[in-house]
């Protein structure tokens, strides 16, 4: 008995030791304590860094810090700033990319314009400590980006500025970190410091925005169907990243950060990949790394001194002061809502990441001294509480802009309902390619399921044919749930296909149809018989599709639209489709057509308040369709506008295009529209 208690007095000596017990301690906090705070209406991310300070070394002292905690601190840390750029839409913030410029020359700029000047003057701090403590001030960490992205309102153009500033503003950082260490050492800023920062950030750059992209298409392209060595791949870009950015005399949350924009385009944000990355870091690395932060913090420091509390108050007002003076200017200069100000604020204020990196290495190099450090901890307690408030309470309000914004007529029309898409079989084979471009295009606002409809001739067999059809399609049911998006598996008993389309169709109300592209008929034109008679007993959008590459190893989307389509039923829903393909891959939309055309496409997209990547060729000689072949490279999707008979933009030339596109375009992903 007394040897049992010893061992059991062993294990819950204070700090813990037990890795099991630490480990269940810290799932135990991330489960149970936003559960318990979340009645009063305090943050998850407030609670996660205050539930560090009390079982920390300086509260309770439950636990130490040590490698393990520091390991998960940053793998937390890393995914933040990872799935900031991963998630960062990059068609917005190309044409945003002044904007992002502009704001993080007042974020950057202003806090260490006010920071100087305080440190060297007010608080009497020597050259380098008032530099690199001023310079402090300019870092910010997304903390709070996960309050946003949950809202809904990550695709913000103030949320994109936002976040696109951060890499400028926390690489210019740590790079003055990188010059005052050099400038402390022996031997100063020589031309050789210099040459040598030079060259190992341009390799650095170099092999992230040139090798990492390439290596992960191919292995994305020839890795397709072992979908859970995806998500090890990806982990293995972004620490390798991480190292090599280190390598390259900067901080590894840079690294982690170019590893997202790197792989932003090949990871659609409707994917099970990306749902799994998601999943990992809300659950488990990001809050390991709030609970590692409040572990930090030692309260104590408040009442060491008169200098100590002058210091922590001086730092955290001049940090505030200075992120929400560059919010201000940004409202100013772009003439934001008050609810935009607020969000970049939020976004802006929070310090942890490169603030830490900062100052500890400023510690250790002794260029600041304590009392820096420990307002440090404190500034960060108070910004990550400052920027949580103040980022909630602004996502909250610019999600019900968002929603009041939307014009009536918009909300009137087929493309705002809550959408139905159907998704016909013919052949199970290229049932996987189509349900990935149907989670693609779909309206994530919906609750609807993506129906798959198969048709079984009405014979003795129909009842065995429609389990056996059942049973082969439960493994792609998996796939979708991977996506989070609900599937509705139905078969259905017809002597005729397409008559079993079109019912099906009406009792869903379905507002499109996506179908492989047709089989060779023998005829002389791709829509034969079969495929004419669906067409003409589904009065619905039609999308035929043929692919045999991954959908995000595409480039550009290049359509073509006969003249009036704008005048025909189905004309907003194919644009904003085309919209939501650009936006979930990340790539530029080259759109030909007629000036009318264009010109009732930007009036659309105006209403829906969106920023989408389109570049305009006029374009009406559907003779010599192949002139734009021109334009049209191996990786490019090409997607034809066409037109049912007896419809204003009918055109009887139309229906030799599909046949062309498959004699020239061989290698491409081609997509027909016909609208309803």
């Known amino acids: 008995m007394n040897e049992f208690l010893e061992t059991l007095h062993h294990e819950f000596e204070l700090p813990l030791s037990n890795p099991v017990l630490i480990f269940a301690l810290i799932l135990l906090i991330i489960l149970v304590s936003p559960i318990l705070l979340r009645r009063i209406n305090i943050p998850g991310i407030i609670v996660l860094i205050v539930s560090g300070i009390i079982?920390?070394?300086?509260?309770?002292?439950?636990?130490?810090?040590?490698?393990?905690?520091?390991?998960?601190?940053?793998?937390?840390?890393?995914?933040?700033?990872?799935?900031?750029?991963?998630?960062?839409?990059?068609n917005q913030f190309k044409v945003n990319r002044n904007k992002s410029f502009l704001f993080g020359l007042f974020t950057f700029a202003l806090p260490l314009a006010i920071g100087f000047?305080?440190?060297f003057y007010l608080l009497g701090y020597d050259f380098n400590?008032?530099?690199?403590?001023?310079?402090?001030?300019?870092?910010h960490t997304?903390?709070?980006?996960?309050?946003?992205?949950?809202?809904?309102?990550?695709?913000?153009?103030?949320?994109a500025i936002t976040v696109g500033g951060t890499i400028l503003t926390d690489t210019a950082v740590l790079i003055i970190l990188a010059v005052i260490m050099g400038n402390a050492q022996e031997g100063g800023l020589t031309a050789d410091f210099w040459l040598k920062l030079i060259i190992s950030l341009s390799i650095f750059c170099a092999i992230m925005f040139l090798v990492v992209p390439r290596i992960a298409k191919w292995f994305f392209t020839s890795m397709e169907k072992e979908k859970h060595s995806h998500y090890i791949f990806v982990l293995a870009v972004v620490f390798l990243s991480a190292f090599l950015a280190e390598l390259a005399g900067v901080e590894d949350i840079i690294g982690a950060f170019l590893a997202g924009l790197a792989l932003n385009r090949l990871i659609p944000h409707s994917s099970a990949l990306m749902n799994r990355i998601e999943f990992m870091g809300n659950s488990l690395f990001i809050p390991f790394f709030l609970i590692s932060v409040g572990m930090l913090v030692d309260i104590s420091v408040i009442f060491s001194g008169y200098m100590a509390i002058v210091v922590a108050a001086t730092l955290s007002i001049v940090a505030i002061s200075g992120k929400w003076l560059a919010a201000f200017f940004t409202q100013l200069v772009f003439k934001y809502s008050s609810s935009q100000r607020k969000v970049i604020f939020g976004l802006s204020s929070g310090h942890a990441a490169a603030t830490l990196a900062v100052i500890i290495v400023g510690?250790?190099?002794?260029?600041?001294?304590e009392n820096i450090l420990n307002g440090t901890?404190?500034?960060?307690?108070?910004?990550?509480?400052?920027?949580?408030?103040?980022t909630e309470n602004a996502a909250k309000?610019?999600?019900?802009?968002?929603?009041?914004?939307?014009?009536?007529?918009?909300?009137?029309?087929?493309?705002?309902?809550?959408?139905?898409?159907?998704?016909?079989?013919?052949?199970?084979?290229?049932?996987?390619?189509?349900?990935?471009?149907?989670?693609?295009?779909?309206?994530?606002?919906?609750?609807?399921?993506?129906?798959?409809?198969?048709?079984?001739?009405?014979?003795?067999q129909a009842e065995v044919n429609i389990a056996q059809a059942r049973t082969k399609l439960e493994d792609f049911v998996k796939q979708a749930s991977a996506t989070e998006t609900d599937v509705d598996v139905t078969a259905t008993i017809d002597k005729d296909i397409a008559n079993g389309i079109a019912r099906k169709s009406k009792e869903i109300i379905a507002d499109l149809i996506v179908m492989g592209w047709p089989t060779s008929s023998g005829e002389n034109k791709v829509i034969g018989d079969k495929m004419s008679k669906i067409i003409n007993q589904t009065r619905k959008t039609i999308f035929l599709c043929q692919s045999d590459k991954p959908w995000a190893t595409h480039q550009t989307i290049i359509v073509a639209a006969p003249p009036r389509s704008e005048e025909m039923d189905g004309f907003e829903l194919w644009v904003k489709k085309l919209i939501k393909m650009a936006e979930e891959l990340s790539i530029p939309i080259v759109m030909n057509c007629t000036a009318e055309t264009q010109s009732a496409i930007e009036t659309f997209i105006d209403k829906l308040n969106l920023r989408a990547p389109f570049s305009f060729n006029t374009f009406s000689n559907w003779e010599d369709f192949l002139i734009i072949a021109k334009d049209v490279g191996p990786e490019d999707i090409l997607m034809l506008i066409t037109a049912r008979k007896g419809t204003v933009a009918y055109l009887p030339i139309l229906e030799q295009i599909p046949r062309k596109m498959e004699s020239y375009f061989e290698e491409n992903t081609k997509i027909i529209v016909l609208p309803h």
């Open 377 to 390: 901890i404190i500034l960060i307690l108070v910004t990550s509480v400052v920027a949580t408030l103040a």
């Open 117 to 119: 000047p305080v440190c």
């Open 397 to 460: 309000k610019m999600a019900a802009e968002a929603k009041e914004v939307i014009p009536e007529e918009i909300k009137k029309s087929e493309s705002y309902k809550m959408e139905s898409i159907l998704l016909p079989l013919a052949n199970i084979t290229n049932l996987e390619k189509l349900l990935d471009f149907s989670i693609l295009i779909r309206d994530k606002s919906s609750s609807n399921p993506v129906s798959i409809l198969t048709v079984v001739p009405n014979d003795e």
């Open 55 to 90: 079982i920390g070394p300086y509260g309770v002292g439950l636990l130490e810090q040590n490698t393990a905690i520091d390991l998960f601190s940053t793998i937390g840390l890393l995914y933040i700033m990872f799935i900031a750029g991963l998630e960062l839409d990059m």
């Open 363 to 369: 510690y250790n190099a002794e260029i600041i001294d």
């Open 142 to 159: 997304l903390l709070t980006y996960p309050v946003v992205s949950k809202m809904g309102v990550s695709k913000n153009e103030a949320v």
């Open 129 to 139: 400590a008032s530099f690199l403590t001023a310079s402090m001030f300019a870092t």
